[in-house]
């Protein structure tokens, strides 16, 4: 098992350029997650899946979008980036939504925009 | 809604002795709560969870002690070693209708364990 993967490790964005994160898991988890992590601060919940073609948003959701079309995937997209989404995002699943669920975390994205 | 929050951004220890890691909760309503380690350059990692029903408990060479009187909880880690240093996350549920009604996690800042040899 690969668990939770992420591609790419790393980008530098332009602003106003766009891009989508992907995140995978073989885990057959039903619920999936994308967080940022920015210097001094623990993870920040962007939006959230709970199954296929379902998505949600959490705490910090503007300038992001999210599609989960297949089970195993989960992207996420800037439509537009600006320099205050610079940070680094992590992917996460769990069986269910519950949080007495262990959320399995991919190994990040750095990005950067300029 | 739910927040949490490590009490130290730093904490510096000699190798082999206990480390003790603190963080503070603000809904009593809480019912669990989790701490993740994160090495640098990866994701956070599980490293034990907690239910409000217990004071305490411990895995391989962790404890997690909770207080609700006082809405604190603490991880110790027995004789640090060099592969604990990472940056600790103490993790409580994000109440629904805070934050857009996630049912995710509310992460804490992070106390980054430094050991000195």
Same mark, same amino acid.
């Given at each position: 098992?690969?668990?939770?993967?992420?591609?790419?490790? @790393?980008?530098?964005?332009?602003? %106003?350029?766009?891009?989508?994160?992907?995140?995978?898991?073989?885990?057959? =988890? $039903? *619920?999936?997650?994308?967080?940022?992590?920015?210097? #001094?601060?623990?993870?920040?919940?962007?939006? *959230?899946?709970?199954? $296929?073609?379902?998505?949600?948003?959490?705490?910090?959701?503007?300038?992001?979008? &999210?599609?989960?079309?297949?089970?195993?995937? @989960?992207?996420?997209?800037?439509?537009s980036a600006a320099p205050s989404q610079t940070?680094v995002y992590f992917c996460a699943s769990s069986?269910?939504?519950?949080?007495?669920?262990?959320?399995?975390?991919?190994?990040?994205?750095?990005l950067t925009v300029l | 809604g739910e927040s949490?929050?490590? =009490?130290?951004?730093?904490?510096?220890?000699? $190798? %082999?002795?206990?480390?003790?890691?603190?963080?503070?909760?603000?809904?009593?309503?809480?019912?669990?709560?989790?701490?993740?380690?994160? $090495?640098?350059?990866? #994701?956070?990692?599980?490293?034990?969870?907690?239910?409000?029903?217990?004071?305490?408990?411990?895995?391989?060479?962790?404890? &997690?002690?909770?207080?609700?009187?006082?809405? =604190?909880?603490?991880?110790?880690?027995?004789?640090?070693?060099?592969?604990?240093?990472?940056?600790?996350?103490?993790? %409580?549920?994000?109440?629904?209708?805070? /934050?857009?009604?996630?049912? %995710?996690?509310? @992460? /804490?800042?992070?106390?980054?364990?430094?050991?000195?040899?």
């Amino acid at each position: 098992n690969a668990g939770v993967t992420q591609t790419p490790k @790393f980008r530098v964005l332009k602003t %106003g350029q766009s891009m989508t994160l992907l995140c995978a898991q073989d885990m057959n =988890h $039903e *619920y999936m997650y994308w967080y940022r992590q920015d210097p #001094g601060m623990g993870l920040r919940l962007i939006h *959230y899946s709970v199954g $296929e073609g379902t998505t949600a948003k959490g705490e910090v959701p503007d300038g992001y979008n &999210v599609s989960r079309l297949k089970k195993q995937n @989960f992207l996420l997209g800037l439509e537009s980036a600006a320099p205050s989404q610079t940070s680094v995002y992590f992917c996460a699943s769990s069986i269910r939504t519950s949080p007495r669920d262990t959320q399995y975390f991919g190994p990040g994205t750095r990005l950067t925009v300029l | 809604g739910e927040s949490v929050g490590l =009490h130290l951004p730093t904490l510096s220890v000699q $190798e %082999g002795d206990n480390s003790i890691i603190n963080c503070a909760y603000s809904n009593s309503a809480s019912d669990y709560f989790i701490w993740y380690k994160q $090495e640098s350059g990866k #994701g956070p990692q599980f490293i034990i969870d907690i239910r409000s029903n217990m004071d305490k408990r411990q895995g391989q060479r962790v404890t &997690v002690l909770l207080n609700k009187t006082v809405k =604190h909880l603490s991880l110790q880690i027995a004789a640090t070693q060099p592969g604990d240093s990472a940056v600790y996350f103490c993790a %409580g549920p994000q109440v629904r209708g805070s /934050g857009g009604g996630a049912d %995710g996690l509310t @992460f /804490g800042k992070g106390t980054h364990l430094i050991i000195q040899p």
